[in-house]
């Protein structure tokens, strides 16, 4: 294959180059290639090439997350080829999604394991009131660190949702046990409080993550002056680093602007998407990129955040995350174009004069992804509770 005339983003910024795939790999790079004789050639001025973009806040354990997503489904229609599941899957679940979900997947997939052996198999269900670390037993180590000695390849870290009232800080306490003894980073997912941000990043160390930080509840990034709080400037100061997640009602554009002024950006922007958000607000990562650039954060730099960098963060950068001769070809194309309907968010936010990212192709491994099948419809809990109230 060869894509010829793309405006394509390399290692150290966009280049307007010619990219020839042999196989599954990157065999050239340079400027007016010449085709082979029978080989695809993809006519790609005008356009942006990136390496398949890599989502860092994903959830595809279908079938044991009811909110997840068919990844194979979004990459051909987002050009993400790799996915890193936010802890969708806890201990007693995860071997079941490795076995029947991640080695079956065409994309790339990876994991943070959920601190809870539950996962989140149980959150997001408005008829009943027990989330994931509301009883401190879930929180089990042993099992935990057994999945981590059994899927050393899959597995790149922990999560910890800590949502609002959660029964205080058990989980993460345990999550940063483990996470010292093996050596691996914890995502922690903030929302309003309590628990309060300053006990919640306290127990953080270098490397490890935050995520939802431009979210539009209480105890939020900004003080009331709209400037970054300094426990915010203080952790980032400690090598916290810092996961868009964008989701629905977890980014206030308005917030994220002030925040992107500040020079408070975050290290990978990524979507958090499931089957509440991908048909509005969130919609898929290209749009969430769109947001990002919208707020200020130039597209280069958004791209590397949701390419390169989610690749060194998660050690795969010998293989994806960058279009050089010789690794593997994943590969995505989008127009770059001036958005027809505004950029917005849960709140009732717009940004009417904007550009937008819109997906044409994704290329996985040197081949072109065609779409197959649908994403799951959205489970509703609501039908669940009249069905067991109608039950005798």
């Not at 300053?198 to 990034?221: C, F, N």
Request: hydrophobic content about 40%.
């Amino acid at each position: 294959m060869l894509i010829k005339g793309a405006k394509a983003l390399l290692t150290d910024g966009f280049d307007r180059v010619d990219v020839r795939t042999a196989g599954d790999v990157i065999s050239e790079i340079g400027n007016d290639l010449t085709s082979d004789p029978g080989e695809e050639v993809i006519e790609a001025s005008g356009k942006i090439l990136t390496p398949g973009l890599i989502d860092m806040h994903a959830h595809t354990f279908t079938h044991g997350f009811h909110l997840a997503l068919d990844a194979d489904v979004m990459s051909a229609t987002s050009g993400v080829t790799t996915f890193l599941d936010a802890g969708s899957a806890g201990a007693v679940g995860f071997p079941s999604f490795y076995e029947f979900i991640i080695k079956k997947a065409r994309s790339r997939m990876y994991a943070y394991l959920n601190i809870s052996i539950l996962g989140q198999t149980i959150s997001a269900f408005h008829d009943q009131s027990l989330q994931e670390n509301d009883v401190r037993d879930l929180a089990h180590l042993p099992l935990a660190e057994e999945m981590l000695r059994r899927y050393p390849d899959v597995i790149k870290g922990l999560k910890v949702r800590v949502y609002p009232n959660m029964p205080g800080l058990y989980a993460l306490e345990q999550a940063r046990h483990l996470a010292d003894k093996v050596g691996l980073p914890v995502m922690v997912h903030l929302g309003s409080a309590p628990p309060f941000a300053v006990d919640t990043l306290a127990l953080l160390k270098r490397g490890d993550i935050i995520t939802h930080p431009y979210h539009g509840g209480t105890d939020t990034l900004l003080d009331e002056k709209g400037e970054i709080r300094e426990v915010f400037l203080e952790a980032r100061a400690r090598g916290i680093e810092v996961d868009l997640g964008m989701d629905r009602f977890h980014c206030d554009l308005s917030t994220m602007k002030k925040a992107f002024d500040q020079g408070f950006y975050p290290d990978y922007v990524s979507s958090d998407l499931t089957t509440l958000n991908i048909d509005e607000v969130t919609v898929d990562l290209p749009t969430c990129i769109s947001k990002c650039v919208a707020c200020g954060m130039d597209l280069d730099v958004a791209l590397q955040k949701a390419t390169s960098q989610v690749a060194q963060k998660l050690g795969i950068t010998d293989t994806v995350g960058q279009i050089s001769v010789g690794h593997v070809a994943d590969l995505a194309l989008f127009d770059w174009v001036d958005s027809t309907e505004p950029l917005i968010d849960f709140f009732g936010n717009k940004i009417t004069e904007a550009k937008r990212l819109v997906h044409v192709l994704t290329i996985f491994g040197g081949e072109r992804l065609r779409r197959e099948g649908q994403q799951p419809k959205i489970w509703d809990s609501t039908k669940r509770a009249v069905h067991w109230a109608n039950y005798d």
